[in-house]
């Protein structure tokens, strides 16, 4: 029997992070295939970017595999340049105009594109093997669960304040930290509060940057939540001067758990950053999240979790598998059957029904992949609730 009261943790991390620059780099070249594409009238099912970056210390390495429209190295550079200055780096040890930057992306391997790519009967395959989850619950109003909802929640506030110029000593680089105490399996309260922020005035003290941070905790948090046992650890080393990759290398995909849902739900493995929506690693994850979210907004059960299995050059999924954690209102199996047929699980089904063909990824690489309102910009559809009325009638 599963436990009513405990305590469970999840983190988040700032834009500004090393692996967070890397993912926002990787994500930006995405984004640059498809609109530079769609300048040039190529087929965006055509279109495939693996885009791997490297951070350090003034230093930027893009490697990866593209097919598509012919970029200059030129205007990859400027793209990561324009991302790094975007996040707000412009300290002595990584700073957008002076990091040398060098791209090492070549074409895709031919063995891979024939497994992927339709020809004649032959239906677009998946990018490569894998299992891929996605999740929901009612613990929150976007359906994610309670500690990485505001850890997240947390670390967007005091960004937003930095960019809008409010928050002139607080640096990029930045990690939160939430602790929940759940009771009778409902979040009822936080016991414990890690915020970790780069500063750029090198002498100030925990104390100050608490004075800073706090406020936009608590604006974060549920009032309630916090009460005077709660513990608060606010950049407990006691200086957080020197940030970003000048402190610490950052590699694309290393944040995957902070990438979905805080380690509530299970992880298949593969990171989303810097890949087109032909890798299932990315975009089947963004179909298991629709699924399970729509399963929860139609009320047939208060947590779900799905689970998606491929094989590399294969179109449909070799299984699906939903978990209802014994909250579920149906039968399980027959839930099963209903979400393959109510929305195509194939990567170009996936692509179609979730308009992913589109220069919409650079947003998803800081704040996690879900729990975000679908945007102008045609970002975040993964996280519609337009399936409702299909599972209730099936049901």
């Known amino acids: ?38 300048n040039a009238g190529i087929d965006p099912y055509q279109i495939r970017v693996a885009c791997e970056t490297l951070c350090t210390t003034n230093r930027v390495v893009i490697a990866g595999e593209v097919r598509g429209p012919k970029i200059a190295e030129d205007t990859i550079v400027a793209t990561a340049r324009k991302a790094i200055r975007d996040i707000g780096y412009e300290q ?24 992927v790519d339709s020809a004649g009967n032959k239906d677009e395959g998946a990018g490569d093997q894998g299992i891929m989850f996605g999740y929901a619950c009612r613990e929150t109003p976007s359906l994610m669960p309670a500690p ?52 750029v005035i090198e002498d100030m003290t925990s104390a100050q940057i608490r004075a800073a941070v706090e406020p936009y905790v608590r604006k974060a948090l ?63 994850a963004y179909a298991a999240r629709y699924l399970a979210k729509n399963v929860v907004a139609a009320g047939l059960a208060d947590k779900c979790c799905i689970q998606l299995a491929y094989a590399i050059g ?9 978990d209802l954690y014994d909250t579920g209102k149906v039968d399980g199996e027959k ?38 309102e679908p945007d102008a910009t045609g970002g975040f559809t993964w996280e519609k609730t337009d399936l409702v009325d299909k599972l209730k009638a099936a049901f």
């Open 1 to 38: 029997m599963a436990r009513k009261s405990y305590l469970f943790t999840s983190e988040s991390v700032s834009e500004g992070h090393p692996d967070k620059v890397s993912d926002r780099i990787s994500d930006e070249i995405v984004d640059l295939f498809f609109r530079e594409g769609a």
């Open 92 to 115: 002595d040890g990584f700073h957008h105009e002076h990091a040398k930057i060098e791209v090492l992306l070549h074409a895709q391997s031919a063995d891979i594109a024939q497994g």
């Open 148 to 199: 990485l909802y505001y850890s997240h929640k947390i670390l967007q506030l005091i960004s937003e304040a930095r960019h809008a110029g409010k928050e002139k000593a607080l640096g990029p680089d930045a990690k939160s930290q939430v602790t929940v105490r759940y009771e009778n399996g409902k979040p009822v309260g936080v016991t414990q509060i890690v915020v970790s922020h780069q500063h």
């Open 222 to 284: 549920p009032v309630e939540w916090i009460s005077n046992d709660t513990v608060w650890h606010i950049n407990p080393t006691g200086k957080f001067y020197i940030g970003g990759p000048d402190g610490d290398t950052g590699l694309t995909g290393r944040k995957i758990i902070v990438d979905t849902y805080g380690g509530a739900a299970p992880h298949g493995g593969g990171a989303f950053s810097g890949k087109d929506p032909t890798k299932v690693d990315r975009s089947a």
């Open 314 to 322: 294969v179109a449909q999924p070799l299984s699906i598998y939903a």
């Open 335 to 372: 839930l099963e059957k209903v979400l393959g047929e109510i929305m195509s699980l194939s990567p170009r089904g996936i692509r179609e029904h979730l308009n992913l063909n589109n220069p919409i990824y650079a947003r998803t690489s800081a704040f996690g992949h879900f729990g975000r």
